[in-house]
């Protein structure tokens, strides 16, 4: 049966760390312009701001406060639900892989250590998946802390494109 694409791509560490990769990407070229805008506007404002511009300084830390705030809880909800689970299932892989080496060791006969061999291998591979798995939930984390801070960057640069936009046009 084949896997669907969302699903593969929620599993999949390498496209969760690409996915990330490109909001983070989308973020950075946001806040460049949203920067560029607002650090204008505080030149050409001086040090007598009208009401406009004064309801849009105060909103700049608003939004990064809120932003900050969303950004810690939702990290530490994603952590909350990740750490038990991982956490567990790591150990048990690590007594699991360290019983499999100490098994082979103890071998008595090379029909036994192959046998002993094969099940370090699984245990091995196992482990394997588990730190990709980490890997994933590592991604997972980081993707749920930067969405309210991408959220906001992106929106105040459409938003204030459209503004830049609205005073070029005669």
């Known amino acids: 049966m084949k896997r669907s694409s969302a699903t593969t791509s929620s599993t999949n560490p390498l496209l969760l760390w690409t996915d990330l990769a490109m909001k983070t990407g989308e973020m950075m070229l946001a806040s460049a312009q949203v920067i560029s805008h607002r650090t204008s506007r505080m030149s050409k404002a001086g040090p007598t701001p009208n009401a406009r511009d004064r309801r ?14 969303e950004s810690a809880q939702a990290i530490a909800m994603q952590l909350m639900k990740m750490t038990p689970l991982l956490g567990a299932h ?13 098994s082979l060791a103890a071998s008595g006969s090379v029909g036994e250590a192959m046998t002993r061999q094969a099940a370090l291998i699984r245990a091995v591979t196992q482990s394997a998946a588990t730190a990709s798995r ?20 992106t929106a105040n640069a459409r938003r204030l494109g459209k503004l830049n936009q609205g005073r070029s046009s005669p």
């Open 90 to 102: 790591a150990s048990k892989q690590m007594l699991t892989s360290a019983t499999a080496l100490m």
């Open 56 to 69: 849009e300084f105060a909103l700049m830390g608003h939004e990064k406060i809120e932003a900050s705030v």
């Open 134 to 153: 980490l890997s994933g939930s590592t991604a997972r984390v980081a993707q749920r802390g930067l969405k309210p801070i991408h959220a906001r960057a």
